[in-house]
DNA sequence: CAAATAATTTACCAAACGGTCAAATAATTC
DNA sequence: GAATTATTTGACCGTTTGGTAAATTATTTG
């Protein structure tokens, strides 16, 4: 009978509510009830709902990264990179769209503003590290020869962030189909790495 | 010395503030001393947060869709149609990015349920009838032969969509890279709709 | 097994919030 | 100008919320 980590158990309810209704509408109750604790507990375990919440964003873009960019690095062609990178992605909407949920559901309100001064600097320099990741990605494209070279990387990876927001709401085979416009528009062809 | 209309304050004041902290953290008080009138008097205009905010929603809606599309009626030419579209864009955020705050500060956890059956029901009715109307401006495309006949209606608008949802945070350089990029990958020619 | 420590709950707090209603003030009507 | 109507404000309400502290329970340690 192994023992209950009640941290854990806390911060997964934490991130299925977050993910429900957004930071703002969501009660520390609500999340100690899907916990199946008392809410005064949560401040055993985390000093405040903003600092759950923290735990809750930079663990999600983590989970996110992990997944799109953990096996890339094996990959010395690039045309196989992106093909690994589109298709984990796919199947991590699949089965971890409340991932996409948590952070597409509080983004826009949290990036906009200031790198930093405020309450959400740090939530903010989180994802704009995700972000770098992919315009890293671009440029390796770029110096490969295998993207086109006046292809601008800051908008090409803010293009590829906001797609992949979209696993939050849309369907798989729309998200493919997205893919295969965008990827066009790259200069490169789609069914060379979707399929 | 002209009379003041006082609901078209508040609405104002609440199209602001909702537009910067996303409706579930705006309070009444903040909108109230924006527009420079007492809290209570917000309820003598509107019967509650919600509808003003369901005001202020599709206002928002309104005035994206009529500048986007109220030109277009006059041109016949697909490609020029494009033009305006994506030229009327651009001007408009730069002009009236709190329109497109207001809408992606909310947008996804709206978005996120069934066509109707909840408070939220009557915001996506609305969203939802801007994306038929950028689907049929595809349709359009595709039956004169100006986009690929075998390219996703519904993916299309949904991308569009999301690319115009991009104006709330990126500077207007950025979307422009971006429209580039899109419409690349729907076959056409940049060059001859940016520029 | 008792003492110490960790984890959990109960009970409570002040502040905040959407909302209500009567009173006060301003504008309009006749 | 008085009466009526419209608009605005002040005062208040009940509920909710993030958070606190003490009490209780569970677990660990020696």
């Known amino acids: 009978m192994s023992?209950?980590?009640?941290?854990?158990?806390?911060?997964?309810?934490a991130k299925a509510v977050f993910a429900s209704k957004g930071y703002e509408a969501s009660t520390l109750e609500d999340i100690a009830e899907k916990a199946g604790v008392r809410k005064a507990l949560i401040f055993y375990y985390y000093p405040s709902k903003e600092s759950l919440f923290l735990e809750a964003w930079n663990e999600s873009i983590d989970e996110l990264e992990n997944t799109l960019f953990r096996e890339l690095a094996d990959e010395s062609v690039y045309i196989r990179k992106l093909k690994k990178l589109f298709r984990g992605y796919i199947d991590f909407v699949?089965?971890?769209?409340?991932?996409?949920?948590l952070i597409e559901i509080d983004r826009v309100r949290i990036m906009d503003g200031p790198q930093d001064g405020d309450e959400w600097g740090r939530f903010r320099l989180r994802y704009n590290r995700f972000l770098?990741?992919?315009?890293e990605l671009i440029e390796e494209g770029k110096e490969k020869k295998a993207l086109p070279s006046d292809i601008s990387t800051k908008a090409t990876a803010k293009l590829l962030a906001q797609m992949m927001g979209m696993g939050a709401l849309e369907e798989n085979i729309t998200l493919e189909r997205i893919i295969r416009?965008?990827?066009?528009?790259?200069?490169?062809?789609?069914?060379?790495i979707l399929l």
């Not at 770098?132 to 315009?135: G, L, V």
């Open 3 to 13: 023992k209950r980590d009640t941290k854990r158990d806390i911060l997964q309810a």
């Open 94 to 101: 699949m089965s971890r769209r409340e991932v996409m949920k």
């Open 132 to 135: 770098q990741k992919i315009e």
């Open 181 to 192: 416009i965008i990827l066009s528009g790259m200069a490169l062809e789609p069914e060379r």
